[in-house]
């Protein structure tokens, strides 16, 4: 089975963050950013390439969980939810 449903964003830190159908699946930094990347500019197949960095690659599934700083929400990259405005309820009529 091909993988399918990653991207990946890089910041101007040199971080690199990859997402799953929406949802963050790892970040990485340093070294294995820079490895990460030179594999996707050696032309390797993207999606077979974020498969593997996430671990999903046919093999044992492995739990991931999203940790970072980022201004970007830890659960995902917002892309499939459009922004909504909430109204405050006031308890008063």
């Known amino acids: 089975m091909t993988p399918e449903g990653f ?19 790892k970040m990485m930094r340093d070294a294995d950013a820079k490895a990460f990347l030179k594999a996707i500019k050696d032309g390797d197949d ?12 046919g093999q044992s599934s ?3 969980s ?6 970007k929400s830890v ?8 922004h909504k405005e909430f109204r405050r309820k006031s308890g008063a009529s």
């Open 75 to 82: 659960h995902g990259d917002g892309a499939g939810h459009a």
């Open 62 to 64: 492995r739990p991931t």
């Open 66 to 71: 999203g940790t970072g700083a980022s201004g």
């Open 7 to 25: 991207r990946y964003a890089t910041r101007t830190n040199g971080e690199v963050t990859i997402f799953h159908h929406g949802k963050m699946a």
């Open 46 to 57: 993207e999606q077979a390439v974020m498969a593997s960095a996430v671990g999903n690659d």
